[in-house]
T-cell receptor, first 109, second 114 residues
Framework: SQQGEEDPQALSIQEGENATMNCSYK?????LQWYRQNSGRGLVHLILIRSNEREKHSGRLRVTLDTSKKSSSLLITASRAADTASYFCATDNDYKLSFGAGTTVTVRA | NAGVMQNPRHLVRRRGQEARLRCSPM?????VYWYRQLPEEGLKFMVY????????ESGMPKERFSAEFPKEGPSILRIQQVVRGDSAAYFC????????????FGPGTRLTVL
């Protein structure tokens, strides 16, 4: 079964708005990572947050991690049309990444 | 410094044929991982290889699927006697060490089985 589960499955927002998506997982983790996948393309690594970190920023991205609730959130601020993509969280167990089914984000111009 | 290369990018096979997917890791990387993505799903781990060794193939179907990473040349994921359910995107990742937080992904091979 999948380790990470994203919520919502799909999100449609206006350009300039913020997009928030959540990820829940089942077992203890070393790190949690977020990836972006544009339609029909490969994965782009966005950000990694370690299990002893609570929040991390990278440009317009903000990731939080709550290990007590086994959940993480990804916030994209001031969204742009180019942010239209699927976003996946992935937990890792040593060398193995476990991905959720993803959140599909559509940013309307 | 070229990233992870996969070829072909698209592959069409008829049921019963063989599919061979190739992955060239980043320069200096000796660890390769294969993942499969079915439509509307996330990536699922298939197999982890180091040069000439299979470390973990727990995610790979026992029949028809095999993987190798020879001393020279790319890693190969081989699917024999393909069926429609094998249609998916197959991604390869590589790393310099065997950890999940340093994996770099290739663009994927999209396999369509007719």
């Amino acid at each position: 079964s999948q380790q990470g589960e994203e919520d919502p499955q799909a999100l449609s927002i206006q350009e300039g708005e913020n997009a928030t998506m959540n990820c829940s997982y089942k077992t203890s983790i070393n790190n949690l990572q977020w990836y972006r996948q544009n339609s029909g393309r490969g994965l782009v690594h966005l950000i990694l947050i370690r299990s002893n970190e609570r929040e991390k920023h990278s440009g317009r991205l903000r990731v939080t991690l709550d290990t007590s609730k086994k959940s993480s959130s990804l916030l994209i601020t001031a969204s742009r049309a180019a942010d239209t993509a699927s976003y996946f969280c992935a937990t890792d167990n040593d060398y193995k990444l476990s991905f959720g089914a993803g959140t599909t984000v559509t940013v309307r111009a | 410094n070229a990233g992870v290369m996969q070829n072909p990018r698209h592959l069409v096979r008829r049921r019963g044929q063989e599919a061979r997917l190739r992955c060239s890791p980043m320069k200096g990387h000796s660890h390769v991982y294969w993942y499969r993505q079915l439509p509307e799903e996330g990536l699922k781990f298939m197999v982890y290889l180091q040069k000439e060794n299979i470390i973990d193939e727990s995610g790979m179907p026992k029949e028809r699927f095999s993987a190798e990473f020879p001393k020279e040349g790319p890693s190969i994921l081989r699917i024999q006697q393909v069926v429609r359910g094998d249609s998916a995107a197959y991604f390869c990742a590589s790393s310099a060490s065997g950890t999940a937080n340093e994996q770099f992904f290739g663009p994927g091979t999209r396999l369509t089985v007719l």
